[in-house]
Nanobody
């Protein structure tokens, strides 16, 4: 059974950094594009960053230049590095596998990121 497990969230001051990790299991990780989404209180879930199977990346305008997505196919891991954090980055961050290869899309359980002084 495929599963995504996130870790690395926490409380950080404005301007600080965090690294989120998502470990995949039960799937051939290298076959799939992977993404990070976030959902702030009272707001819709939004795409933060996506990385394709070949390592190509794309980012939401709001995080471009501050966040970096990467993947390690040998470790079945996708990582989101968050720099220069702002209070408006506060949200639950979710790892996501889009539907592909006959598999449905898949979400992790989420990890809370809080940016506050």
């Amino acid at each position: 059974q495929a599963q995504l497990v996130e870790s690395g969230g926490g409380l950080v001051q404005p301007g600080g950094s965090l690294r989120l990790s998502c470990v995949a299991s039960g799937m051939i990780f290298s076959y799939f594009n992977m993404a990070w989404y976030r959902q702030a209180p009272g707001k819709q879930r939004e795409l933060v960053a996506i990385i394709d199977r070949d390592g190509g990346t794309n980012y939401a305008d709001s995080v471009t230049g501050r966040f970096t997505i990467s993947r390690d196919n040998a470790e079945n891991t996708v990582t989101l590095r968050l720099n220069s954090l702002r209070p408006e980055d506060t949200a639950v961050y979710y790892c996501h596998r889009p539907a592909a290869w006959g598999a449905s899309h898949l979400w992790g359980q989420g990890t809370q990121v809080t940016v506050s002084a």
